[in-house]
């Protein structure tokens, strides 16, 4: 596990700086937003696709080698947030799958695919897309519910139910009906 390699070479870390600076902003708005509706802000999610789409035509998908590992994850996370772009979503989808093993994280193969299956009105099958429902974090459809843990598993996620759990430290939300 070299990940601690912060020397590792990269082909652009100009690029790389920039999307990590773009997720500084996504990820300190949507944080920000937990505890304080007000520091939502829209324009957030539309500047980055655009400057996103811009990347891709300079580099294609931003792979580890090409960026880094924090910075092509960062470029997952942007897309994933383009969700007033499907079309876009899905050829950053295709560009993803295309790499090589080792380029793109698989986890983050998994949450886009769910991502656009969901947005294309589609059962998802990693489950990572959820809704809150009464004071719950509900799944939205999976496809083939009993194999979900397996496919999860085949893309380095934790169990269904264990992200379930986390979700609701991580939002600092108390489960309600759920004892």
């Given amino acids: 596990m070299e990940e601690n390699n912060k020397t590792e070479s990269i082909r652009y870390p100009e690029i790389a700086a920039e999307i990590e600076a773009m997720v500084k902003v996504d990820q300190d708005m949507r944080e920000g937003a937990i ?10 999610d539309p500047k980055n696709t655009f400057r996103m789409k ?27 947030h383009a969700d007033k772009d499907l079309d876009f979503q899905k050829l950053c989808l295709n560009l993803m799958k295309q790499e090589p093993l080792g ?15 969901v947005n294309s009105g589609q059962p998802q099958l990693y489950g990572t897309q959820f809704q809150q429902v009464e004071g719950r974090f509900v799944s939205r459809e999976i496809e083939d519910q ?34």
């Fill in 35 to 44: 505890d304080d509706e007000e520091t939502w802000d829209e324009s957030v």
């Fill in 54 to 80: 811009e990347i891709i035509e300079q580099v294609g998908w931003p792979t580890i080698s090409k960026v880094g590992k924090a910075a092509s994850s960062g470029a997952w996370l942007l897309v994933q």
């Fill in 103 to 117: 380029e793109v994280d698989l986890h983050d193969i998994a949450y886009l695919e769910d991502r656009v299956r």
């Fill in 146 to 179: 009993d194999q979900v843990n397996k496919r999860r598993k085949e893309m380095g996620l934790v169990t269904l139910e264990e992200n379930i759990e986390d979700m609701y430290v991580r939002y600092r939300i108390e489960k309600s009906g759920n004892k």
